[in-house]
């Protein structure tokens, strides 16, 4: 388990450098000037002098390679640097906006699963049936359609025509930040989170589905039919631990899904997330912002399938007794 | 019907068929014949063994009797237990209560549970716990194994599992389904053993074999199946000597074929379900061969205390 968990730290590491300079290259070859998208629009009004301080300033006079180093090794003293276009440091604008999303992600992440979960299942025991039909045909209805598409139309049914929910932002409009209660970020939260869990539930179910026609097809299956079981119990003793692993394995590795699907609603919804400041980030060219923010995904993606892992041989007996003896 | 004729049999097959739908192009859709008109019986205490070739479809017969043939499956035919025609319903109560199923490998053990746990589902009456510990003793399986999952058995620990599964549930018939295959000598016989312990104990055991042998050893009955259908079933006593007591010429070549008596090849090969001759199955392959038997498919028949499906046989 040990050798395991360094192999993948290993693995992590080197991805995340070569992550880093591949960001970093990318945007140097931006055609955006970070020092006009630093200014805004008021150009015009900055002198060449106050440009070059500026650059000077922000380090942004200096060759690429140069700068790349120095931002890396103040990364590894533990400072981020600081965000251009919020103008603190990269860790409080992530940390903040973190939690944001964190909290739109969970729910979708939970929602979809469960569902995800329930709806395969119930369509794998009825295999071939209207209700598996119906399930599949909504599943790959879903899994085509694009989230920014969905949340649009989320938008005009739920909060424009039926006025069930606020069209967007994270806390209401016009309310001192003191004063806006959970209920209030709850519900802001509902409409990007459903919209979120919508588009992720097709993934667990197909997927629930498949593992669980082909376990009801086993010769295990066949043998506990033999044995007189039949409908629920079967699934219970049978289906269920035998399908649960893969579902939650393809749950947890779904985490890269989940940040993409995030940027995509955040921007529908206004929704002050991290998906919001990546935009913004790359639009505007603020390199550390970006970077910071493709770190914290990328480590967020990897624990995601670490823990798949880890759940995998924890569960799965075949690997946990392989191992040990 | 033959040795024990007062007794009801505990269980009766009457001209089972089993076919299935198949699609061979988008919308044709033809049915395939796997088990034609077979017939067997079987009595308590008597072990019967089906035999025939691997993937002849025999293992369709205990799925049959089980009522768990798949979807795109249909069969007809009487199929009795305890003198009582079955159906479907009927079926779904006497699985695993009355009847048994003992499988080829540990693959039919659900890989994720405990073999003592799975052994105790099979239980129905009195304490699951303690019923399948005093059959695990039985067969010397010590505590230790109850909590190993199927791929951590050996060999030999696998089969007395799921012999084990059999014996807890209390059933009355009992079908192996090939129990014995790669087997070496020592593990055929101890398997073997585990049949004629559970027919002395007053069940019925039904052998689904390729292993003429093996059956030989331990059968009261033999059934031989040839192209879906059985083309005899003799006693075991009449499997001696050049076979003369033999009724059926592929029966009478398949004992001729084993390596003690003589290892005479038997040309040709079984007709596959979907090219079956018209008249005897076995017509294009048998030397007593007449132009009646081309024309119409033999019944079985009663020929001295055996069935036979031959219009010839004596
Ligand atoms: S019926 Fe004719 S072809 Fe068939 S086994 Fe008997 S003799 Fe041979």
Same mark, same amino acid.
């Given at each position: 388990?040990?050798?395991?968990?360094?192999?993948?730290?290993?693995?992590?590491?080197?991805?995340?450098? @070569?992550?880093?300079?591949?960001s970093?290259?990318?945007?140097?070859?931006s055609?955006?000037?970070?020092?006009?998208?630093?200014?805004?629009?008021?150009?015009?009004?900055?002198?060449?002098?106050?440009?070059?301080?500026? @650059?000077?300033?922000?380090?942004?006079?200096?060759?690429?390679?140069?700068?790349?180093?120095?931002?890396?090794?103040?990364?590894?003293?533990?400072? &981020?640097?600081?965000? &251009?276009?919020?103008r603190?440091?990269v860790?409080?604008?992530?940390?903040?906006?973190?939690?944001a999303?964190l909290?739109?992600?969970?729910?979708?992440?939970?929602?979809?699963?469960?569902?995800?979960?329930?709806?395969?299942?119930?369509?794998?025991?009825?295999?071939?049936t209207?209700?598996?039909?119906?399930?599949?045909?909504?599943?790959?209805?879903?899994?085509?359609?694009?989230t920014?598409?969905?949340?649009?139309?989320?938008?005009?049914?739920?909060?424009?025509?039926?006025?069930?929910f606020?069209?967007?932002?994270?806390?209401?409009?016009?309310?001192?930040?003191?004063?806006v209660?959970?209920?209030?970020?709850?519900?802001?939260?509902?409409?990007?989170?459903?919209?979120?869990?919508?588009?992720?539930?097709?993934n667990?179910?197909?997927h629930?589905?498949?593992?669980?026609?082909?376990?009801?097809?086993?010769?295990?299956?066949?043998?506990?039919?033999?044995?007189?079981?039949?409908?629920?119990?079967?699934?219970?003793?049978?289906?269920?631990?035998?399908?649960a692993?893969?579902?939650?394995?393809?749950?947890?590795?779904s985490?890269?899904?989940?940040?993409?699907g995030?940027?995509l609603?955040?921007?529908?919804?206004?929704?002050?997330?991290?998906?919001?400041?990546?935009?913004?980030?790359?639009l505007?060219?603020?390199?550390?912002?970006?970077l910071?923010?493709?770190?914290?995904?990328?480590l967020?993606?990897?624990?995601?399938?670490?823990?798949?892992?880890?759940?995998?041989?924890?569960?799965?007996?075949?690997?946990?007794?392989?191992?040990?003896? | 019907m033959?040795t024990?004729?007062?007794?009801?049999?505990?269980?009766?097959?009457?001209?089972?068929?089993?076919?299935?739908?198949?699609?061979?192009?988008?919308?044709?859709?033809?049915?395939?014949?796997?088990?034609?008109n077979l017939?067997?019986?079987?009595?308590?205490?008597?072990?019967?063994?089906?035999?025939?070739?691997?993937?002849?479809?025999?293992?369709?017969?205990?799925?049959?009797v089980?009522?768990?043939?798949?979807?795109?499956?249909?069969f007809?035919?009487?199929?009795?237990?305890?003198?009582?025609?079955?159906?479907?319903?009927?079926?779904a109560e006497?699985r695993?209560?009355?009847?048994?199923l003992?499988?080829?490998?540990?693959?039919?053990?659900?890989?994720?549970?405990?073999?003592?746990?799975?052994?105790?589902?099979?239980?129905?009456?009195?304490?699951?716990?303690?019923?399948?510990?005093?059959?695990?003793e039985?067969?010397?399986?010590?505590?230790?194994?109850?909590?190993?999952?199927?791929?951590?058995?050996?060999?030999?620990?696998?089969?007395?599992?799921?012999?084990?599964?059999?014996?807890?549930?209390?059933?009355?018939?009992?079908?192996a389904?090939?129990?014995t295959?790669?087997?070496?000598?020592?593990?055929?016989a101890?398997?073997l053993?585990?049949?004629?312990?559970?027919?002395?104990?007053?069940?019925?055991?039904?052998?689904?074999?390729?292993?003429?042998?093996?059956?030989?050893?331990?059968?009261?009955?033999?059934?031989?199946?040839?192209?879906?259908?059985?083309?005899e079933? @003799?006693?075991?006593q009449?499997?001696?000597?050049?076979?003369?007591?033999?009724?059926h010429?592929?029966?009478?070549?398949?004992?001729?074929?084993?390596?003690?008596?003589?290892f005479?090849?038997?040309?040709?090969?079984?007709?596959?379900?979907?090219?079956?001759?018209?008249?005897?199955?076995?017509q294009?392959?048998?030397?007593?061969?007449?132009?009646?038997c081309?024309?119409?498919?033999?019944? &079985?028949?009663?020929?001295r205390?055996?069935?036979?499906?031959?219009?010839?046989?004596?």
């Amino acid at each position: 388990m040990i050798a395991f968990l360094c192999k993948k730290l290993l693995r992590f590491a080197t991805l995340l450098i @070569a992550l880093c300079v591949l960001s970093f290259w990318l945007v140097s070859y931006s055609p955006l000037d970070p020092i006009q998208a630093y200014v805004g629009a008021d150009m015009t009004r900055v002198s060449l002098e106050q440009r070059e301080a500026i @650059a000077e300033y922000w380090g942004l006079n200096k060759p690429p390679v140069e700068r790349f180093l120095h931002w890396g090794s103040a990364l590894v003293q533990g400072d &981020m640097g600081t965000s &251009m276009i919020f103008r603190r440091p990269v860790a409080d604008v992530i940390g903040e906006r973190f939690m944001a999303s964190l909290a739109l992600m969970s729910m979708a992440w939970l929602f979809s699963g469960i569902l995800g979960f329930v709806l395969g299942a119930i369509a794998g025991m009825k295999q071939d049936t209207w209700v598996d039909r119906l399930m599949k045909w909504y599943c790959f209805t879903l899994a085509s359609t694009p989230t920014f598409w969905l949340g649009m139309l989320m938008v005009i049914v739920f909060a424009v025509w039926l006025g069930w929910f606020p069209v967007g932002l994270g806390v209401p409009a016009g309310v001192l930040a003191e004063q806006v209660t959970l209920a209030d970020r709850l519900y802001h939260l509902i409409l990007p989170a459903l919209t979120l869990s919508i588009l992720g539930v097709a993934n667990v179910a197909l997927h629930t589905r498949q593992k669980l026609v082909d376990i009801l097809a086993s010769d295990y299956v066949l043998f506990a039919r033999a044995r007189g079981e039949k409908g629920f119990l079967l699934f219970w003793r049978h289906g269920l631990r035998n399908v649960a692993i893969p579902a939650i394995t393809i749950q947890f590795a779904s985490f890269s899904e989940l940040i993409g699907g995030t940027v995509l609603a955040e921007q529908v919804f206004s929704y002050p997330g991290l998906g919001q400041a990546t935009v913004q980030a790359g639009l505007r060219s603020d390199l550390p912002l970006l970077l910071g923010i493709v770190i914290c995904s990328a480590l967020f993606v990897f624990i995601g399938n670490l823990v798949a892992d880890i759940i995998y041989r924890l569960v799965d007996p075949r690997i946990r007794k392989g191992e040990s003896a | 019907m033959t040795t024990q004729s007062g007794e009801t049999p505990l269980l009766e097959v009457q001209d089972l068929c089993v076919s299935f739908v198949q699609y061979t192009s988008c919308l044709r859709q033809s049915t395939l014949q796997v088990i034609n008109n077979l017939s067997v019986s079987i009595y308590p205490g008597e072990i019967v063994a089906v035999v025939g070739s691997s993937g002849s479809g025999k293992s369709l017969l205990a799925h049959a009797v089980l009522g768990i043939l798949p979807g795109n499956a249909s069969f007809s035919g009487v199929i009795s237990y305890d003198g009582q025609a079955l159906s479907p319903k009927r079926q779904a109560e006497l699985r695993g209560r009355e009847i048994a199923l003992i499988p080829q490998s540990v693959n039919y053990l659900d890989p994720l549970m405990r073999v003592g746990k799975q052994v105790q589902t099979s239980v129905h009456a009195g304490n699951p716990r303690s019923r399948q510990r005093e059959v695990f003793e039985r067969y010397q399986l010590s505590p230790d194994v109850d909590k190993l999952f199927p791929f951590q058995l050996s060999g030999g620990m696998a089969r007395r599992v799921l012999v084990s599964t059999a014996l807890v549930s209390g059933a009355r018939l009992v079908i192996a389904d090939e129990p014995t295959p790669g087997l070496d000598d020592a593990a055929v016989a101890e398997t073997l053993d585990y049949f004629r312990d559970l027919a002395d104990q007053g069940c019925g055991v039904m052998l689904i074999t390729h292993d003429i042998e093996a059956a030989l050893k331990i059968a009261d009955r033999i059934a031989v199946f040839y192209a879906g259908s059985t083309v005899e079933i @003799a006693p075991v006593q009449d499997f001696a000597g050049e076979g003369e007591a033999l009724r059926h010429p592929y029966t009478k070549a398949l004992w001729r074929a084993l390596p003690q008596n003589g290892f005479e090849p038997m040309p040709g090969s079984q007709p596959l379900p979907h090219e079956l001759p018209a008249g005897c199955v076995f017509q294009p392959r048998c030397r007593q061969a007449t132009s009646e038997c081309s024309t119409e498919r033999p019944a &079985m028949r009663t020929v001295r205390e055996g069935m036979v499906r031959c219009i010839h046989a004596t």
